[in-house]
């Protein structure tokens, strides 16, 4: 008898079988997905498409391995390799940011920032974060997440004539109500974030300040936009959007910081970390420490750029007037359509956009007036200037014609052709 007949129905006969043999279904549906991010434009402004490095570690035999602890602290056997992975993980993340301390565990950026709140505050404390319709994010403080439960939450917004962070606002609320953090940081806002005068709001109230740079993580270790690693007591991030990394978080912090943070992480909120994602993570920092992810993040940039200004002069209204980083928001309601009809409408010509709501606007979320787009991953396929103004064409068509059925096909059709010109994970 073979060893492979001895040893069927231990489970063993399981490992070697591949995914089409197993599940034809997902594997269906992986194979679809490919295809769908092949031949669509995708703008939405907080993914990108990793690398098949990325990838490999991922889908790595670290997604079997239970590790809770930290290197060298841990509670189950056989971490080694666990450990030279971590470590390297952790050595890299604080290299690439100039951070004191890195904690790599987060399963996600909600995570990250949960694990921060639970290591400085207390239920009842008050924080300070962005309006989420202002373009922040729900876990700073939001009453449907879990920021904006147990704490009281006040929110600084941007002023109306320029649509920009209005400091003045943040700095007067933050000595009224002395919250005990600051957030600052955002899901929708193309403008540089002013970290140093934040510090100085957060020092005259007697606050911590935390940086939630989840969207702009791969501007700042590129220098394409201010650090605010010198500034922050904290700073949190994804790994997967401009970072280009695993669907993950990270939390950097000041060394004063690092046991509480890393005790209110694990076990605090989570069990056992991801190792096979921090492998990913890992490989990630390696990746963005390159010459050639600093040109990478500079040409993302110049697109957001591009498509803007394409995008103003095909007649939207673009929120603050344009972009300093890798997205921006349009109105397209100044073109008679709403978020939500032109995320569909766009949809059925393979570009890939979300609704967005604008600062002020009369229309529900669920609805917006307005779209946000973004340059990270249709750069990470290889187009530049000259293709961001076909998109603008593209998207203007599509819009314009309020989503006619011979226009969508017509504008698909070049959309896949373009895509075709720069394929991806072939
Ligand atoms: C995307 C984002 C997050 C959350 O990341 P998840 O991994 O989806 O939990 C947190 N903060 C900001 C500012 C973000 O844009």
């Given at each position: 008898?073979?060893?492979?007949?001895?040893?069927?129905?231990?489970?063993?006969?399981?490992?070697?079988?591949?995914?089409?043999?197993?599940?034809?279904?997902?594997?269906?549906?992986?194979?679809?997905e490919t295809e769908r991010q092949n031949t669509t434009l995708e703008l939405i402004a907080s993914e990108n498409h990793v690398s098949r490095a990325?990838?490999?570690?991922?889908?790595?035999?670290?997604?079997?391995?239970?590790?809770?602890?930290?290197p060298g602290k841990r509670y189950y056997g056989g971490c080694g390799p666990t450990d030279i992975v971590e470590t390297i993980a952790i050595e890299r993340a604080m290299k690439l940011f100039g951070a004191e301390h890195a904690n790599v565990q987060p399963h996600s950026g909600s995570q990250a920032n949960m694990a921060v709140y639970f290591s400085v505050l207390k239920p009842g404390d008050t924080i300070m974060g962005m309006d989420l319709a202002h373009g922040g994010h729900l876990t700073h403080g939001h009453p449907l997440s879990y920021s904006g439960r147990d704490f009281k939450v006040v929110a600084y917004?941007?002023?109306k004539n320029d649509e920009t962070i209005d400091y003045d606002e943040m700095e007067q609320l933050a000595l009224e109500h002395k919250p005990r953090l600051i957030i600052c940081g955002a899901s929708a806002y193309s403008r540089v974030i002013d970290?140093?005068?934040?510090?100085?709001?957060?020092?005259?109230?007697?606050?911590?300040?935390?940086?939630?740079?989840?969207?702009?993580?791969?501007?700042?270790?590129?220098?394409?936009?201010?650090?605010?690693?010198?500034?922050?007591?904290?700073?949190?991030?994804?790994?997967?959007?401009?970072l280009r990394g695993p669907r993950a978080g990270l939390v950097l912090c000041k060394a004063q910081y690092a046991k509480d943070l890393d005790r209110a992480l694990f076990p605090g909120i989570q069990g056992g970390p991801l190792?096979?994602?921090?492998?990913?993570?890992a490989v990630a920092f390696q990746e963005a420490a390159t010459p050639?992810?600093?040109?990478?993040?500079?040409?993302?940039?110049?697109?957001?750029?591009?498509?803007?200004?394409?995008?103003?002069?095909?007649?939207?209204?673009?929120?603050?007037?344009?972009?300093?980083?890798?997205?921006?928001?349009?109105?397209v309601f100044v073109k008679g359509t709403t978020g939500k009809d032109a995320q569909n409408f766009l949809e059925a010509a393979n570009i890939t956009v979300n609704k967005n709501t604008i600062p002020f606007d009369t229309q529900k979320p669920m609805v917006a007036s307005g779209i946000r787009i973004g340059t990270?991953?249709?750069?990470?396929?290889?187009?530049?200037?000259?293709?961001?103004?076909?998109?603008?064409?593209?998207?203007?068509?599509?819009?314009?014609?309020?989503?006619?059925?011979?226009?969508?096909?017509?504008?698909?059709?070049?959309?896949?052709?373009?895509?075709?010109?720069?394929?991806?994970?072939?």
């Open positions: 008898m073979s060893n492979v007949q001895e040893r069927a129905a231990t489970g063993h006969e399981f490992l070697e079988r591949s995914l089409e043999e197993v599940d034809g279904q997902i594997a269906g549906a992986i194979r679809l990325v990838l490999t570690a991922m889908g790595s035999v670290f997604t079997n391995k239970y590790a809770e602890g930290y917004h941007v002023r970290f140093k005068r934040i510090r100085d709001i957060a020092d005259r109230a007697g606050s911590l300040m935390m940086a939630d740079i989840a969207h702009i993580a791969g501007l700042v270790v590129t220098g394409n936009h201010p650090s605010p690693v010198p500034y922050a007591d904290f700073v949190t991030t994804t790994t997967h959007k401009t190792v096979h994602i921090i492998a990913a993570k050639e992810f600093r040109e990478y993040q500079g040409q993302v940039v110049r697109n957001a750029r591009a498509l803007a200004a394409a995008m103003g002069e095909a007649g939207f209204r673009i929120i603050s007037g344009g972009t300093d980083n890798h997205l921006f928001m349009a109105d990270p991953a249709v750069t990470t396929r290889g187009l530049r200037e000259p293709e961001m103004k076909s998109i603008a064409q593209f998207i203007a068509r599509v819009l314009d014609s309020k989503g006619d059925g011979s226009v969508i096909a017509a504008v698909r059709k070049e959309v896949m052709a373009l895509c075709a010109r720069f394929p991806i994970y072939e």
